[in-house]
C-alpha cells in the first residue's frame, strides 16, 4: 500500500458503547504502534507490536483499552465502554524494524458524547 | 523517565524569513534519537528530520536544519526561506536506539503560522 491506512477517520460514540478503531500498516512493516492525541497535546504511547506480538502495552490508560494484530499485518483498538475522557486522535504508525522511521496514518477521531 | 518540552505554544514568521522552534528533553541515557515531526491540519505526522545524540554534527535536509546541544539537552529546528506550505504543528520527539520498544515520546508542539 501507499502508506497507513487508518479507518474509520471519523468516529462518534455515545458514552458506555464499545468501539473498534483499524490500522492498515505499509505492506511488510514488523513494527506497529498505536498513539493517543488529546486536543492540543502531543500524542502518547499506547502500546506496539512487533509482527503478531505484543510487545509493550504500557501506555494503555485502562483495562478497558485493548489492542490486537493477529495475523501481523492489519492492527485493531478496541475500547470497551467509552467515557468522555477517551475523545481524541488515536494515531497509528508502523516501521520497517525496530530502529526504522515510523510512518503515521491520518488518524482516527473519536468523539463520545 | 525521559521528558520532551516544547516552550513555544505558537509562533510566527514572515514568508521567506527563517524561524526557530525551541524543544529541550530530559534524560539519563547518553544513546537515543531526536526528531521533528510536521503534522499540517490533514492531521498526516510527517517526519522533518533526526538527530543521532552519537553525532556531533547537526542534521540538515534542505531548507530544515537543528541546533543540537547534548550537553544543555536542547534540539532547536530552524526553518530557512519559510513557505505557506512550512505552516502546521510541530512536534519534537525522542526515542531510544532501540530495545524492547521503539516508542516516540513527544513534545506538547509548536503551532506555527507562516504569513504572506
Known amino acids: 500500500g501507499a502508506g497507513v491506512s487508518q479507518s474509520p477517520r471519523y468516529k462518534v460514540a455515545k458514552r458506555g458503547q464499545d468501539v473498534a478503531l483499524r490500522c492498515d500498516p505499509i505492506?511488510?512493516?514488523?513494527?506497529l504502534f498505536w498513539y493517543q492525541q488529546a486536543l492540543g497535546q502531543g500524542p502518547e504511547f499506547l502500546t506496539y507490536?512487533?509482527?503478531?506480538?505484543?510487545?509493550?502495552k504500557s501506555g494503555l490508560p485502562s483495562d478497558r483499552f485493548f489492542a490486537e494484530r493477529p495475523e501481523g499485518s492489519v492492527s485493531t483498538l478496541k475500547i470497551q465502554r467509552t467515557q468522555q475522557e477517551d475523545s481524541a486522535v488515536y494515531l497509528c504508525?508502523?516501521?520497517?524494524?525496530?530502529?526504522?522511521?515510523?510512518?503515521f496514518g491520518p488518524g482516527t477521531r473519536l468523539t463520545v458524547l | 523517565a525521559q521528558t520532551v518540552t516544547q516552550s513555544q505554544p505558537e509562533m510566527s514568521v514572515q514568508e521567506a524569513e527563517t524561524v526557530t522552534l525551541s524543544c529541550t528533553y530530559d534524560?539519563?541515557?547518553?544513546?537515543?534519537?531526536l526528531f521533528w515531526y510536521k503534522q499540517p491540519p490533514s492531521r498526516q505526522m510527517i517526519l522533518v528530520i533526526r538527530?543521532?545524540?552519537?553525532?556531533?554534527q547537526n542534521a540538515t535536509e534542505n531548507r530544515f536544519s537543528v541546533n543540537f546541544q547534548k550537553a544543555a539537552k536542547s534540539f532547536s529546528l530552524k526553518i530557512s526561506d519559510s513557505q505557506l506550505g512550512d505552516a502546521a504543528m510541530y512536534f519534537c520527539?525522542?526515542?531510544?536506539?532501540?530495545?524492547?520498544?521503539?516508542?516516540?515520546?513527544f513534545g506538547t508542539g509548536t503551532l506555527l503560522a507562516v504569513q504572506p
Open positions: 504508525a508502523s516501521s520497517l524494524s525496530l530502529v526504522n522511521e515510523q510512518f
Open positions: 505492506s511488510g512493516h514488523v513494527s
Open positions: 507490536f512487533q509482527n503478531e506480538a505484543q510487545l509493550d
Open positions: 534524560t539519563s541515557e547518553s544513546d537515543y534519537y
Open positions: 538527530q543521532e545524540a552519537y553525532k556531533q
Open positions: 520527539a525522542y526515542r531510544l536506539p532501540g530495545g524492547a520498544t521503539n516508542k516516540l515520546i
